[in-house]
């Protein structure tokens, strides 16, 4: 006995984002995490009547991270650049993003550029280095010559204030 | 009981506090997706996350975060490089040789200089029907020093006798030794010390012309003598 398809079609349309967000996170690939994704999903075919309905979100994250751990075990990730977990978000043109989608990205992206302009300049300047220019915190402390208890903290009051920032109403 | 899978990492006391041990929480996650997590800390952390959901979705949200702040640095560095001219190719001499464009930027402000002074000598002793000329004068303000000489002969001559020779040496000019100062030389008294090197029944050339001529020999834009040096 196989879970619905409109059911499975819902469980996608509502956690599908944040399930390949999270296995970006995990593989830090984007083709990978697309892979791993749709393996969730054909398990959720197969094996999702098996969960119980107020616990199928869960169930997704386990199944999730378990095709996750598969992939990364046959030793396929090559990249672990923050590149391939911006990329998905940045090619639109093959997606099928729809135009509604794009705005909000679009609205999404000013928002995160003006969370970013009201950093003070030294945690602005750790975020760029860490997230754009890929460098290490090591890396950074050293080249700013600060300790690298101080670059984490800049980082992590950053962070604190851009996730803020984004969690606004109207972001 | 849900833990932040970072035994070892000395940011990841919680608290009582829900804020707080939110906060950690969602540095934890940052942590991990950037790869900040020793060996240790990682396998802990993947521990929470085969079983916490909380964690996972720390993970999803860190992960869309850094994508979204990599999107919008990555634009605004492409909105800085195109604002901001390309620095010059390589293969491309950043800088001009020194010396050829200092020789030729001095005959170029000569022949400025004299063109400028030309348009305005000859506005004040032109009628006004002359404005032909005057644009003959100032358009074809070229390097020839034939034209210069030919066309202050012209107006000069109308109104020798009402113009006052330039620069004549006033007693101002000179220190107390009596010796001309030159400090304060200008136009004016170039042109007194270059007349004195032209035939008393010539006209007094000012010495504007003088510099304009023989810069005008000495360069030409196109002179294939000039010399180019490269850095």
Not at chain 1, 104 to 113: A, D, K, P
Not at chain 2, 13 to 40: C, I, K
Not at chain 2, 186 to 204: G, H, M, P
């Amino acid at each position: 006995m196989r879970i619905d398809s409109a059911v499975i079609a819902s469980l996608y349309e509502r956690y599908a984002d944040e399930l390949g967000l999270f296995l970006r996170g995990v593989l830090r690939n984007s083709d990978l995490a697309a892979e791993a994704l749709q393996n969730t999903f054909t398990k959720a075919v197969e094996s999702g009547h098996t969960a119980r309905e107020e616990s199928l979100k869960g169930w997704l994250f386990r199944v999730a991270f378990h095709e996750a751990a598969l992939l990364r075990r046959r030793g396929q990730i090559h990249d672990r650049s923050l590149r391939q977990i911006a990329r998905n978000g940045q090619s639109s043109g093959d997606s099928g993003e729809r135009p509604e989608e794009r705005l909000s990205r679009s609205e999404m992206l000013t928002e995160v550029q003006r969370a970013l302009h009201d950093l003070p300049p030294d945690q602005r300047r750790v975020v760029q280095m860490r997230i754009y220019e890929e460098k290490s915190f090591a890396e950074i402390a050293e080249e700013l010559s600060v300790p690298l208890g101080t670059v984490l903290t800049r980082m992590r009051l950053a962070l604190k204030k851009l996730s803020r920032q984004m969690q606004k109403p109207g972001t | 009981m849900k833990t932040n899978g970072t035994p070892g990492d000395a940011n990841g006391a919680g608290g009582p506090h829900g804020s707080f041990a939110e906060d950690d929480a969602q540095w934890t996650a940052l942590r991990y997706v950037l790869g900040e997590m020793n060996a240790d800390e990682t396998e802990a952390f993947e521990r929470t996350l085969s079983t916490d959901l909380q964690a996972c979705e720390h993970v999803a949200a860190a992960a869309r975060l850094t994508a979204d702040l990599y999107s919008a640095l990555s634009t605004e560095v492409e909105v800085m490089t195109k604002a901001v001219p390309s620095a010059p190719a390589k293969d491309i001499p950043i800088s001009a040789p020194v010396r050829s464009t200092r020789r030729g930027l001095w005959a170029v402000v000569g022949l400025v200089a004299a063109v400028c002074l030309l348009t305005a000598g000859g506005l004040s002793l032109l009628p006004l029907t002359g404005d032909n000329q005057e644009e003959a004068a100032v358009d074809h303000a070229d390097t020839s020093a034939g034209s210069l000489v030919a066309i202050w002969t012209e107006r000069s001559a109308e109104t020798a006798a009402e113009t006052p020779l330039a620069g004549a040496a006033g007693p101002d000019r000179v220190n107390a030794e009596g010796v001309p100062s030159f400090a304060d030389t200008d136009a004016a008294d170039d042109s007194a010390a270059d007349s004195a090197l032209v035939a008393e029944d010539d006209y007094d050339v000012p010495g504007w012309m003088i510099a304009a001529v023989e810069n005008g020999k000495s360069w030409r834009p196109d002179d294939a003598d000039t010399e180019i040096r490269e850095n």
